[in-house]
């Protein structure tokens, strides 16, 4: 039995796994999970990008369930061993195959670093990051209500002062975070970042230092293996004028309202 990796390319650690298997030629078998099961959230947008999209068959959310004790993606299963969490997964890849030292160092001051960032990350990025989406587009699309205006206005302002945090503290004047080459930091950090972008919120647009590590950070995963894995986010918008079935209306709703109180 191979290598299976249970994601949905919707979620930002989900993408990170992705990119950072492909990147590295991992083989591995793509097991496509919804994460809104039964919605249309599930499904692939039409293509638009050029891009190939990555290969699944049907969802395997059971599956998934049954690989991940917390029930969550993503998800390794690889022979009869199960792993969850994203940064667990991504250590576990890095050290079984063997990937480049870049991606987390031998070097201790560096891998130091790499556990430094990725401890902060939580607390920060990604505590403000994905609410956009969920503001912009997935709230307005379960409750059919849009939220008020500030309410985004109020997370883009704690996004803002931990992108403030992320250029002065950790990026500074080096081409990635720990130094001249990418590391698992940069791929976790870059994904989050980019869910305001697929909503319309473009965190790079008036910050050139940030958006020139972005730009670093594509170069070296690969443009095309980039944008592949973000084609989904990318055209999340496009589900605004989908209808969903009430009955999943009202059993999310309450749920999503709830996230952001």
């Given at each position: 039995?191979?290598?299976?990796?249970?994601?949905?390319?919707?979620?930002?650690?989900?993408?990170?796994?992705?990119?950072?298997?492909?990147?590295?030629?991992?083989?591995?078998e793509?097991k496509?999970?919804?994460l809104f099961?039964g919605?249309?959230?599930?499904?692939?947008?039409?293509?638009?990008?050029?891009?190939?999209?990555?290969?699944?068959?049907?969802?395997?959310?059971?599956?998934a369930?049954?690989?991940?004790?917390?029930?969550?993606?993503?998800?390794?299963?690889?022979?009869?061993?199960?792993l969850?969490?994203?940064?667990?997964?991504?250590?576990?890849?890095?050290?079984?195959?063997?990937?480049?030292?870049?991606?987390?160092?031998?070097?201790?001051?560096?891998?130091a670093?790499?556990?430094?960032y990725?401890?902060?990350?939580?607390?920060?990025?990604?505590?403000n990051?994905?609410?956009?989406?969920?503001?912009k587009?997935?709230?307005?699309?379960?409750?059919?209500?849009?939220l008020?205006?500030e309410?985004?206005?109020?997370?883009?302002?704690g996004?803002?002062?931990?992108?403030?945090?992320?250029?002065?503290?950790?990026?500074q004047?080096?081409?990635?975070?720990?130094?001249?080459e990418?590391?698992?930091?940069d791929?976790?950090?870059i994904?989050?970042?980019?869910?305001?972008?697929?909503?319309?919120?473009d965190?790079?647009?008036?910050?050139?230092?940030?958006?020139?590590?972005?730009?670093?950070?594509?170069?070296?995963?690969?443009?095309?293996?980039?944008?592949?894995?973000?084609?989904?986010?990318?055209?999340?918008?496009?589900?605004?004028?989908i209808?969903?079935?009430?009955?999943?209306?009202?059993?999310?709703?309450?749920?999503?309202?709830?996230?952001l109180?």
């Amino acid at each position: 039995m191979g290598l299976e990796l249970y994601l949905d390319l919707l979620s930002q650690p989900c993408r990170s796994i992705y990119i950072f298997a492909r990147s590295n030629n991992i083989p591995f078998e793509f097991k496509h999970v919804e994460l809104f099961k039964g919605s249309v959230l599930g499904k692939r947008p039409p293509a638009g990008s050029g891009a190939e999209q990555p290969r699944a068959g049907p969802s395997d959310s059971e599956g998934a369930g049954k690989v991940s004790l917390l029930k969550k993606v993503p998800a390794l299963k690889d022979g009869d061993f199960t792993l969850a969490e994203c940064t667990a997964i991504l250590l576990y890849l890095s050290r079984k195959y063997n990937t480049p030292d870049h991606w987390y160092p031998s070097d201790i001051q560096k891998r130091a670093r790499v556990d430094e960032y990725l401890s902060w990350h939580h607390t920060n990025i990604r505590a403000n990051a994905p609410k956009t989406m969920w503001i912009k587009v997935l709230i307005p699309l379960f409750t059919g209500q849009p939220l008020p205006s500030e309410k985004l206005q109020e997370v883009m302002e704690g996004l803002s002062t931990s992108l403030k945090q992320f250029e002065e503290r950790f990026l500074q004047d080096k081409a990635f975070i720990i130094g001249s080459e990418i590391s698992l930091a940069d791929l976790v950090a870059i994904v989050e970042l980019m869910q305001p972008v697929g909503v319309g919120c473009d965190i790079f647009e008036d910050r050139p230092r940030l958006r020139e590590w972005r730009r670093r950070v594509e170069d070296a995963v690969g443009k095309e293996l980039f944008f592949q894995a973000h084609e989904m986010i990318l055209n999340i918008k496009e589900l605004s004028n989908i209808q969903i079935d009430p009955q999943l209306k009202e059993q999310l709703a309450p749920v999503l309202m709830k996230m952001l109180k």
